[in-house]
C-alpha cells in the first residue's frame, strides 16, 4: 500500500485531455510537502516530468501541467499523443517517514 | 549530459549480500546528495537510501535500515549501496537517482536516473 494514492489506470484518445490524482495526508502533501511527477516508458527508467508541483524540465512539452491543492495533487496530459502511454508516478516528502514517498503509479492508455 | 550508470546486480541468495555501484558523468559529482530507488518486478517505485553530497549524512527507508549501507567516493564520482541479509522482497531493479541539491532535503526531488540494476534474491 502506497503512502500516496493513484487510480492504477487511466485511458483516453488522441487529442484528449486526462488527468491522474495523487492523494497524500497531513503528513506529506498536506504538509506542505512539493508533489513531483516522473514518467516511467515501458521497459525504461523514470524520468522527471514535473517538478515542484507545476514546474516542466526543459524539454517536457507544455502538454503536461501539474497542479496541487490541499492533500491533492494532479498531473494534466492534453493533446494526448500515443508516445504518452506509459507509466507515471507522483513523489513527496513525508514527514511521519522522515523519507521521500511515492504514489503506486497509474498507468496511462492511449486509446 | 549526465550519466548515471549502475552496475553489480546479480542472482544471490536469501540472507547473502551485494554491492551496488553507481557511476556518474556529466556533472559535478562532489555538488550533489544521491540516492537509490527500487522497483519490484511489476510494481510501482520505492524510495532506498539517500546520501549528501559530502557523504557525512544519510538516511534509510524502514525496509532496509540496518541491512542496507549508502556509501559515496567523491574522488572516482562513484556511489554505493552495501546490502546485506538480503530479502526475497529485496528483488528489484534498483535505480541510482540524482538529487536536485546537495543535501538530502525534504524538498528535493530526483532529477535524473540510471538505467537500473537487477536484484534478484533466491534460493
Known amino acids: 500500500q502506497s503512502v500516496l494514492t493513484q487510480p492504477p489506470s487511466v485511458s483516453g484518445a488522441p487529442g484528449q485531455r486526462v488527468t491522474i490524482s495523487c492523494t497524500g495526508s497531513?503528513?506529506?502533501?498536506?504538509?506542505?510537502?512539493?508533489v513531483h511527477w516522473y514518467q516511467q516508458l515501458p521497459g525504461t527508467a523514470p524520468k522527471l516530468l514535473i517538478s515542484?508541483?507545476?514546474n516542466r524540465p526543459s524539454g517536457v512539452p507544455d502538454r503536461f501541467s501539474g497542479s496541487k491543492s490541499g492533500t491533492t495533487a494532479s498531473l494534466a496530459i492534453t493533446g494526448l499523443q500515443a508516445e504518452d502511454e506509459a507509466d507515471y508516478y507522483c513523489q513527496s516528502y513525508d514527514s511521519s517517514l522522515s523519507g521521500w514517498v511515492f504514489g503506486g503509479g497509474t498507468k496511462l492508455t492511449v486509446l | 549530459q549526465v550519466y548515471l550508470v549502475e552496475s553489480g546486480g546479480g542472482v544471490v541468495q536469501p540472507g547473502g549480500s551485494l554491492r551496488l555501484s553507481c557511476g556518474a558523468s556529466g556533472f559535478t559529482f562532489r555538488s550533489y546528495a544521491l540516492h537509490w530507488v527500487r522497483q519490484a518486478p511489476g510494481k510501482g517505485l520505492e524510495w532506498v537510501a539517500v546520501i549528501s553530497f559530502d557523504g557525512n549524512n544519510e538516511y534509510y527507508a524502514d525496509s532496509v535500515k540496518g541491512r542496507f549501507t549508502i556509501s559515496r567516493d567523491n574522488s572516482k564520482n562513484l556511489m554505493y549501496l552495501h546490502m546485506n541479509s538480503l530479502r526475497d522482497e529485496d528483488t528489484a531493479v534498483y535505480y541510482c537517482?540524482?538529487?536536485?541539491?546537495?543535501?538530502?532535503?525534504?524538498?528535493?526531488?530526483?532529477?535524473?536516473w540510471g538505467q537500473g540494476t537487477l536484484v534478484t534474491v533466491s534460493s
Open positions: 537517482a540524482r538529487s536536485s541539491g546537495a543535501h538530502s532535503s525534504s524538498w528535493s526531488f530526483f532529477d535524473y
Open positions: 515542484g508541483n507545476n
Open positions: 497531513s503528513s506529506n502533501i498536506g504538509a506542505g510537502y512539493d
